[in-house]
């Protein structure tokens, strides 16, 4: 089977230096093996996203010397404009009686839930799921609108990721009940990425491992829509000094300080010493690293971002 990649960022900000190896790691997992790197705009918020910060987060990509072979800003490659594939995917879960509306405000669903073991994410703990007609009438007419959840099995779940290797879940006790879509109408993150993923032909999917626990609960939605999960390869994160993941609140480490301290053949020699491609960073354009690229140079613990 060819492989079929994926880099999908999220157009909230600009990229960062950790978005920024995860870009180049997909590109090089896909280069290496001659196979196929779409581009995918996740832009679910509008609140948050935009087409401007789109677009100059397609610049910056082009800057560094990464391009995809599918995608960008073509509508069917913006998930702002899938929907009706959300949909789709939604009713069927409905149809199957996996779906039923959640009335907590966030204080409450924090209240109730329980940390998920080791992450700190919370568990939902169910409370919605049975509740009678009358009493979600009740809540409709307080003026409660509901996030829709959908119900998960009280079973191990395991995925074999491609860098860290076997990662098991029981998918009620450690997940709890997902929500597939938000009160406000936007879908959720979990629903949309399985759908895309499925309907795009996406078999290789490279992302930090901050989202390894994601990983159960979307193989499992795949199975339940009738697809095939892709293989997953999760990479270690860029950390600060605390030892804190870096995000685009970091302004020292997004692109527009990056592009005025680095060429972009600079730039990429740190992100691939920092993956273990390279004994130390030196100028090198991406291409230069497709040959000696593989899984298993690159480390597994979180990384400090380091910059020369």
Not at 5 to 13: E, M, Q
Not at 32 to 39: D, E, R, T
Not at 189 to 198: H, I, S
Not at 217 to 229: K, V
Request: glycine share 8%; proline share 7%; with cysteine.
């Amino acid at each position: 089977m060819d492989v079929v990649g994926r880099f999908a960022p999220s157009p909230s900000g600009r990229m960062h230096l950790g978005n920024l190896l995860s870009a180049l790691l997909a590109w090089l997992d896909v280069r290496s093996s001659h196979g196929l790197l779409i581009l995918r705009i996740e832009d679910l918020d509008p609140d948050r996203c935009s087409r401007e910060k789109a677009a100059q987060l397609m610049d910056d990509l082009r800057w560094l010397g990464l391009d995809w072979d599918e995608g960008g800003l073509e509508p069917d490659y913006c998930q702002s404009q899938r929907s009706r594939y959300y949909e789709a995917a939604f009713r069927k879960l409905e149809d199957m009686g996996l779906v039923y509306p959640c009335y907590c405000t966030r204080a409450e669903r924090l209240a109730a839930s329980a940390p998920h073991s080791g992450e700190g994410e919370p568990v939902y703990s169910g409370k919605c799921a049975a509740l009678r007609p009358e009493e979600r009438a009740e809540l409709e007419r307080q003026g409660r609108r509901p996030a829709w959840r959908v119900r998960v099995p009280d079973e191990i779940l395991s995925v074999t990721d491609g860098h860290f290797g076997l990662y098991a879940q029981n998918l009620k006790r450690d997940c709890g009940d997902f929500i597939l879509r938000r009160s406000d109408g936007v879908w959720a993150y979990q629903l949309a990425v399985v759908v895309d993923d499925a309907l795009m032909g996406v078999n290789h999917v490279v992302r930090g491992r901050d989202l390894l626990p994601s990983a159960p609960r979307q193989s499992w939605l795949c199975r339940t829509l009738g697809y095939a999960p892709p293989q997953y390869f999760h990479l270690p994160l860029l950390v600060d000094g605390e030892g804190r993941r870096l995000s685009k609140r970091d302004m020292d480490l997004d692109m527009g300080a990056l592009r005025q301290r680095y060429t972009p053949g600079e730039l990429t020699g740190l992100l691939a010493w920092y993956a273990g491609l390279l004994p130390e960073p030196k100028s090198v354009e991406p291409g230069d690293l497709v040959s000696g690229f593989a899984w298993a140079k690159v480390p597994k613990n979180d990384i400090p971002a380091v910059c020369p």
